[in-house]
């Protein structure tokens, strides 16, 4: 098969090329470039989808599937699909969750209500996810119209694993290798909900090989947070007992502690009336061939490349341990 990714060299679109080639197909990743080089045996086609004829390196060439990456432009999505469906068998395109117009309810599957659609890009007021869900609720439409049913849409969650610069997921592995009293916000109802990268990028190469239509949420099983942190501590093994100490979202938000990312931040952490966006049902996920892995695979994956980087390092979002050593001393 000839594989062509629309992106290639970072997280998920390197973990969709490295798939195809462990697979022995033909990968083409059309990128800048900016973010790295290709992964080993697939191929860079440099092209620039900020220029009119920015895909131009590609034409003439025939695909049997395309994995379509844009994160924040439908301009992008467009152009790509008025330049190459006719010449891609099969499309493959990765929205998102936040797509829903409904965050607060649980179980919700692929053919809930989706915000309305926005033809735009980027993030003029700083990031929004609702304006990043209907700029992919567009490109979910152009898809679908310029491929004539040939298009898996999937809606990823949280993606996690090796690689991930986020610190999202990774600050827990490693905050919790290190043991002691951890900060967790007071949510017994909060729930978590995941997919690991190396299990999206071969259920997208699946896609493409077995000529999957349809829209999918791209989650594994949903489980209460604490749950996961408690089995993340046991996974990671600490170098001492891990406490928890739940505190209340109020006195944290006092105190300057944000939600979901960023710095100060615990990870993950959303407020009620967004628990629906990861506690979405993935039965359809899973009987459309989506295969999680354990839990054990994913923390270990993640906590080796932690330590590769640096378990003490600046992150992106988290507590660093001096903020953490302050909330216990005045919140606790």
Known sequence: MRLLVLGGTGFLGGAVAAEGVRRGHEVIC???GHTGP??????LVVVDRDQPEGLAALAGTEFDAAVELAALSYPWVAAALRALAGRVRHWSFVSTINVYADCATLGLRADAPLLEPL???GFPDGPDPYRYGAIKVAGEDAVRSATGGRAFVVRPGSIVGPGDASDRFGYWPARLSRGGRVVVPDVPAHPAQHVDVRDLAAWLVD?????????????GRPRPWLQLLAEIAELAGPAQPVEFVPIAPEALAAAGVTRWSGPRSLPGWLPATHYGVQAHDPAPSLAA???PRPLADTVAAVLAHERRL???RPRKAGLTAADEAGLLATLA
């Open 119 to 121: 033809r735009a890009e």
């Open 30 to 32: 059309a990128a800048r």
């Open 310 to 312: 640096g378990l003490d």
């Open 207 to 219: 896609a493409g090989e077995r000529e999957l239509a349809g829209d999918f949420d791209a989650i």
């Open 38 to 43: 290709a992964p080993g045996g697939a191929r």
């Open 289 to 291: 061939g989506l295969r």
